[in-house]
């Protein structure tokens, strides 16, 4: 998880670098002012609690959408483990 939270600010920090861009996007630091201005810092979020709220939206779609036969909760996605975090 530390290496792919390194990975993740990394990126952000890129997106800035307009000396050598890392993606032929033009205007590509607009577009992360753009983002950033309506998604906040971390746009790209890791972890569950950060992305239950989007997670349940989904699930809500899929039910509502009759793709699910019902309502799921973000935690049935998980093996109750991987939702568990601590430090050794």
Known sequence: M????ESQLQTYKDL??????KSMLPWLTSHVEQVRAEMGDDFW???FEKN????????????????SKRQ????E?????TLESFKI
């Open 72 to 75: 799921l909760h973000p935690r």
């Open 2 to 5: 530390k290496a792919l939270i």
């Open 52 to 67: 239950e709220k989007t997670l349940a939206t989904f699930l809500r779609y899929s039910y509502e959408q009759g793709l």
């Open 77 to 81: 996605l998980f093996a109750p483990e």
């Open 45 to 47: 979020p890791y972890g």
């Open 16 to 21: 800035y670098d307009t000396a050598a861009l």
